[in-house]
């Protein structure tokens, strides 16, 4: 659904956790702005980035590719102006770090990857399809989906 450039990492994440299919464009990696642009396109992904050269290219000029350019604002503006811009309503969260989907997991599958203090106060695990982390809802996700909630009200 979204591509984000290689400056917008934190925002790729927000998007993950509310939902959404979020491919982040990593720096350091060699994928040029052409490149980025025929991915986005050929996937059928809204390209967000804060480069105004993006512009320029012939898929954004010609209306092929949708393209959101977001200005430097803290993470929760920007997944405001997404939001606003893409009147969404938020999904089930994808993995944050890698966007893979997350299915609920027994506690017995993954009891040895899991704290004791945790595995005594929650019953609820969801394990990514795609790089197999492990997570429950503790205060790390209660911060996010609170920041989530203030968005999407
Ligand atoms: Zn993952």
């Not at 991915?39 to 390209?47: F, I, P, Q, S, T």
Request: glycine share 8%; proline share 5%; aromatic share 10%.
């Amino acid at each position: 659904m979204f591509l984000c450039d290689a400056m917008l990492g934190g925002l790729a994440k927000w998007l993950r956790a509310a939902g959404y299919d979020t491919y982040y464009a990593r720096e350091g990696t060699d994928i040029d702005d052409r490149a980025l642009t025929e991915k986005a396109l050929r996937e059928g992904r809204v390209l967000l980035t804060g480069d105004r050269g993006f512009l320029e290219r012939a898929p954004v000029r010609d209306g092929r590719l949708k393209l959101l350019l977001l200005p430097h604002l803290p993470v929760e503006e920007q997944l405001r102006a997404v939001v606003e811009r893409f009147e969404f309503t938020p999904r089930p969260s994808r993995c944050m770090e890698c966007n893979g989907k997350l299915e609920t997991v027994p506690f017995e599958e993954i009891a040895d990857r899991v704290p004791l203090g945790v595995a005594r106060e929650r019953r609820e695990f969801w394990r990514c399809r795609n790089c197999w982390r492990v997570f429950w809802h503790g205060s790390h996700w209660a911060r996010i989906s609170g920041r989530l909630e203030r968005v999407f009200s």
